[in-house]
């Protein structure tokens, strides 16, 4: 799958929390991930920064190839950061309440295993139509997952920016993990809440659509993130299978 992302502070924040990057284990496989880091001072950076590159340079060493076995590895490897990230804030008191989002993708021939934790988010774009892989972890989501509101009101529920699951928070990380069929032609997008938060799905759709390379589909979508005002940094990597140009 050929990749590209970028990630931006966007015009309201003073700093970028987010972090972004890709790896590639020994059978060849390759981990896409994004955080989105908060807390106090620059410990959402730090938050962000650990999960990244912990999981990410562990998975080189790793000769996973199969999906259960990935799904496992996830999981492990969450738990094992959530404890890093809850050691690191009890024992440094500049990092203390920093936490982060996680969406991990693991790209398998014709499957992608995608987990994460928070309001970061995977989508699917086949046949010029977009489907989000993940459910946000927030307070309007839960709520609407219960019954208990529409969609129409989580749109505007205070609890969307209520985030319920993060590392760094509670003592168990809790990501959910589901795998997905990957076909020729099918396109992967991981990004923070500071894209979805400005732009409709027709928009994202239309903007890679008129891109003539992924790299500069990244760069339009943050590019109108920014353009609409987005409040918050502003994270996107794009996926295309079997490595060809949109």
């Known amino acids: 799958m050929k990749l590209?992302?970028?990630?931006d502070k966007g015009t309201r924040r003073a700093d970028n929390q987010d972090y972004v990057d890709v790896f590639v284990n020994k059978n060849g496989l390759q981990l896409a991930i994004v955080a989105d880091g908060v807390g106090g001072q620059n410990a959402g950076d730090v938050a962000a920064t650990m999960a990244v590159s912990h999981i990410g340079n562990d998975w080189e060493t790793s000769t996973l190839q199969g999906v259960a076995e990935v799904k496992e590895w996830i999981y492990a490897h969450t738990q094992r950061e959530n404890e890093l990230i809850l050691t690191a804030a009890k024992r440094y008191k500049t990092l203390q309440g920093m936490a982060t989002t996680l969406v991990i993708a693991v790209v398998l021939p014709n499957q992608v295993v995608v987990a994460n934790l928070g309001d970061s988010?995977?989508?699917m774009l086949r046949n010029a139509q977009i489907v989000q892989l993940t459910q946000d972890h927030n307070l309007a989501s839960e709520l609407l997952r219960r019954?208990?509101?529409t969609p129409t009101e989580a749109a505007?529920?205070?609890g969307r920016n209520l985030v319920t699951r993060q590392l760094g928070v509670n003592e168990e990380a809790d990501p959910e993990i589901h795998d997905f069929k990957v076909e020729t032609g099918d396109l992967l997008m991981l990004t923070t809440d500071g894209l979805g938060k400005v732009l409709s799905d027709a928009e994202i759709i239309n903007t890679i659509h008129?891109?003539?390379?992924?790299?500069?589909?990244?760069?339009g979508l943050i590019s109108k993130a920014n353009a609409k005002g987005s409040p918050d940094n502003i994270t996107v990597l794009l996926g295309y299978q079997d490595g060809k140009e949109l």
């Not at 590209?4 to 990630?7: D, E, K, Q």
């Not at 008129?210 to 760069?219: N, P, R, Y």
């Open 147 to 149: 019954g208990a509101i």
């Open 4 to 7: 590209a992302f970028s990630t």
């Open 210 to 219: 008129e891109a003539d390379s992924i790299s500069d589909a990244v760069a």
């Open 121 to 123: 988010r995977a989508y």
């Open 156 to 158: 505007e529920h205070p």
